[in-house]
Nanobody
C-alpha cells in the first residue's frame, strides 16, 4: 500500500513537496519513484531512486526536483522547486522490484499538483 501526501496549488516559480509512505511487501532493494500524468497525456516517469541512492530524473525536471528516500521508513519524497505550469499533473508514487521494468509495480492513488502562471 502506498499513501501519498502533499501536492496542491502553487504559483509558477514556487515549491511543493510530495511524500509517500509504503507498507506491505516492500523489499529493501525495491526502487521507489514518482510518475505523473497530465490530462490527455501518458503517464511519465518524474524521478526514481534505488535503495543505494542512485537517482534518475526526467530531463524536464532536472535541476528543479529532488527525490529522496528513507530506507528504514520506506518513504520517498519529491521536493519540487521552480514549478512551471507544465508541471501540472496527477502525481503517483510507485514501488517496483529492481528487476521489473519502469511503469510496473505498485501505485498510490495519486495526488494533484496544479501550478498557475
Amino acid at each position: 500500500q502506498l499513501v501519498e501526501s502533499g501536492g496542491g496549488l502553487a504559483q509558477a516559480g514556487g515549491s511543493l513537496r510530495l511524500s509517500c509512505a509504503a507498507s506491505g511487501s516492500i523489499l529493501s532493494n525495491d526502487i521507489m519513484g514518482w510518475y505523473r500524468q497530465a490530462p490527455e497525456k501518458e503517464r511519465e516517469l518524474v524521478a526514481d531512486v534505488t535503495s543505494g541512492g542512485i537517482r534518475d530524473y526526467a530531463d524536464s525536471v532536472k535541476g528543479r526536483f529532488t527525490i529522496s528516500r528513507h530506507n528504514a521508513k520506506n518513504t520517498v519524497d519529491l521536493q519540487m522547486s521552480s514549478l512551471e505550469p507544465e508541471d501540472t499533473a496527477l502525481y503517483y508514487c510507485n514501488v517496483r522490484r529492481r528487476a521489473s521494468p519502469r511503469g510496473s509495480g505498485s501505485w498510490g492513488q495519486g495526488t494533484q499538483v496544479t501550478v498557475s502562471s
